[in-house]
Nanobody
């Protein structure tokens, strides 16, 4: 059982990155999926979440990323994505994905995003 985040890198302000969160050993579609980030010297922050446990999708976005980041999922690929547009230096952080249910949570290892000119 594993959850793997990938897609981080070094980009310039205004650039775009897409992070992936791929599950193995379990069906990601049965879980709510969330992205968190931890910037240097700061507390971990919830970035975005999708919960469709009630049969319809509910999304959450932190105010700091609203309108710029989009979370999506492809259950056939057992993968969730975080599309990050118009990146800012303050988006620099290690990004983590989490799969959550009432029974079990899984965390992926982080992927580093650096936004710098």
């Amino acid at each position: 059982v594993q959850l793997q985040a990938s897609g981080g890198g070094s980009v310039q302000p205004g650039d775009t990155l897409s992070l992936s969160c791929t599950a193995s050993g379990f069906s990601l579609g049965d879980y709510a999926v969330a992205w968190f980030r931890r910037a240097p010297g700061k507390e971990r922050e919830a970035v975005s979440c999708i919960d469709d446990s009630d049969g319809y999708s509910q999304y959450f976005y932190a105010d700091s990323v609203k309108g710029r980041f989009t979370l999506s999922r492809d259950n056939a690929k057992n993968t969730a994505y975080l599309q990050m547009n118009s990146l800012k230096p303050e988006d620099t952080a290690v990004y983590y994905c989490k799969a959550a249910s009432t029974i079990m949570d899984y965390w992926g290892k982080g992927t580093l995003v650096t936004v710098s000119s």
